[in-house]
């Protein structure tokens, strides 16, 4: 018989929340687009000024990555990671395929996100504080999804790194998130500082 795990009752809130701010942020966005459609001189209440400038992010052809605007995905994503959570929450335990498959989306998602933060940063030159809250929970659910999958040998891994992730798997998202932020002060540093 396969082997299941569930969760904690800490992760399994962590990812209702983070489903839940990811699932926000992609509602606005998705409104926000549906809007600029209608009427391409709207500007959303999120641009406020050169560099948080949400409707430069939304005009941008990274918006629509596949063809369709990116939030359209985070209303899937981000429901699935709602529903894992409260699957949780209520007692229910997966098999290790489950997990390894909910990872792996979870990797998409962040390999996703760095993309999208590259093109902000770098080619569109504006941030959208809706996306950056996406980014955000996305970096979490990453990289405590991740860490649980090691954690109950769902994923190989060294047993340091077991240890490491048992006590200690908060400091990867903060430094992850950490580094975005420097990213971000350091990309914009003469509008920040003057």
């Known amino acids: 018989m396969a082997r299941v795990a569930g969760a904690r009752r800490a992760f399994a809130v962590l990812l ?11 509602w606005v966005i998705t409104l926000d687009k549906f809007k600029l459609l209608e009427n391409p ?16 992010v939304m005009k941008s052809a990274q918006a629509s990555a596949f063809g369709f605007p990116n939030p359209m995905l985070g209303l ?19 098999p290790g395929w489950y997990w390894l498959v909910f990872d792996a989306g979870c990797l998409f998602g962040i390999g996703f996100v760095t993309w999208l933060q590259f093109q ?11 996306c950056c809250l996406a980014w955000a ?11 649980f999958t090691v954690r109950n040998d769902f994923l190989p891994a060294p047993r340091p790194v077991k240890t490491f992730l048992d006590e200690f798997t908060w400091v990867l998202p903060v ?12 990309r914009w540093w003469d509008f920040w500082t003057s």
């Not at 894992?84 to 007692?91: H, R």
């Open 16 to 26: 209702v929340v983070c489903g839940a701010a990811g699932l926000l942020a992609s």
């Open 41 to 56: 001189h709207f500007v959303p209440g999120c641009s406020l000024n050169p560099v948080v400038s949400c409707g430069s």
């Open 76 to 94: 899937v994503a981000y429901g699935i990671v709602i529903c894992v959570g409260v699957s949780l929450l209520a007692g229910a335990a997966f």
């Open 120 to 130: 902000s940063l770098y080619r569109i030159g504006a941030l959208c504080l809706w």
């Open 137 to 147: 929970a996305t970096i979490l659910l990453f990289w405590y999804v991740t860490s």
């Open 175 to 186: 430094l992850h998130i950490g580094v975005i932020g420097m990213l971000i002060l350091t």
